[in-house]
């Protein structure tokens, strides 16, 4: 039987949801600032979602376009303005930065209870202590799926494909964190097929269009799908869904599936991130 298709567009449309009714009985409105540097195409386009998203559920969202040309001490100096400015409950700066900025400099800037990616030092490191932090978007999207359509995830196999500060790594803490077994492979990984086949809960997160094929996946697995990649013009990612969804029980198609969740999780975040900063129910 052909793998069921998880509904990222759905469930994050429903999470969307309940979260604009949220925000209606709040007093404030939780304010997101973007910082977009330069003009990547796909950074723009990404942007321009996570702002529509915002607004549509009724947040404040200013997005800072910077020129490609922007000096590192700017970009940092915009960072340090947003961080006390009391107005602003979440700060995200898209990445990639030109690459005369080093972002790591950017990224740990930010004050950590407005770090709504959760890629800053002290979030990473009470996701990676198993502590309350501020996850990353994907990660929890990720999470999220995986709770709706797996339910109870002890014990579980989960391999990784990719070991980003974004994608792999946060995703390996939080679903170790829920009692997964968590095997991380990456480029270097050797027999990387024999791996993947191990896995009950297989994450392909490596920017490599169709890497895994039907024979890398055990009957039954999981399979989360977070490549969003451009092949013959289309966009597909690092799962060859038509082969793969014979095999697998649930599978995440793309578009359509881990993308939407991001969003969804990432205004959670800036709402959680509201809350904490200041009390503001009606
Ligand atoms: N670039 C690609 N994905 C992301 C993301 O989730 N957050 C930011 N800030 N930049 C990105």
């Known amino acids: 039987m052909p793998a069921k298709i998880i509904d990222g567009k759905k469930m994050a ?23 977009l540097v330069g003009n990547n195409d796909a950074s ?8 529509k998203a915002a607004l549509e559920v009724g947040m404040d969202c200013n997005v800072y376009h910077l020129s490609e040309h ?3 001490e700017d970009v940092l100096d915009l960072v340090n303005r947003l961080n006390v400015n009391a107005d602003v409950d979440g700060i995200l700066v898209q ?15 930010v004050d950590y209870k407005k770090d709504v990616d959760g890629f800053g030092p002290y ?28 339910g109870d995830l002890t014990g579980k196999h989960a391999v990784i494909i990719g070991r980003s500060k974004i994608v792999g790594r946060p995703t390996a803490s939080l679903l170790l964190n829920h009692d997964c077994t ?19 809960i297989l994450i392909a997160a490596c920017g490599c269009p ?18 969003m990649n451009r092949l013959d013009g289309r966009l597909c990612g690092d799962v060859d869904f038509e082969e793969v969804k014979e095999v697998a029980s649930y599978i995440t198609p ?29």
């Open 13 to 35: 449309q429903e999470l969307r949801e309940q979260l604009a009714e949220k925000i209606k009985k709040l007093d404030k409105k939780p304010h997101l600032a973007v910082i």
């Open 44 to 51: 723009s386009i990404y942007v321009r979602n996570k702002q």
């Open 70 to 72: 922007t000096g590192q």
């Open 95 to 109: 990445l990639p930065l030109p690459a005369h900025i080093d972002s790591e400099v950017i990224i740990n800037a």
């Open 123 to 150: 979030n990473a490191g009470l996701l990676a202590n198993n502590e309350r932090a501020m996850v990353a978007a994907t990660p929890k999207g990720v999470w999220y799926m995986l709770k709706k359509t797996v």
């Open 182 to 200: 968590v095997t991380i492979t990456h480029r270097q990984t050797r027999n990387l097929q024999d791996f993947c086949k191990q896995a009950d």
């Open 210 to 227: 169709k890497l895994v094929k039907k024979d890398w996946v055990k009957d039954g697995a999981v399979v989360i799908d977070i490549g």
């Open 254 to 282: 793309v578009p359509g599936g881990v993308g939407p969740m991001t969003i969804a999780m990432l205004l959670e975040n800036v709402y959680d991130s509201c809350h904490s900063i200041r009390k503001i129910e009606k």
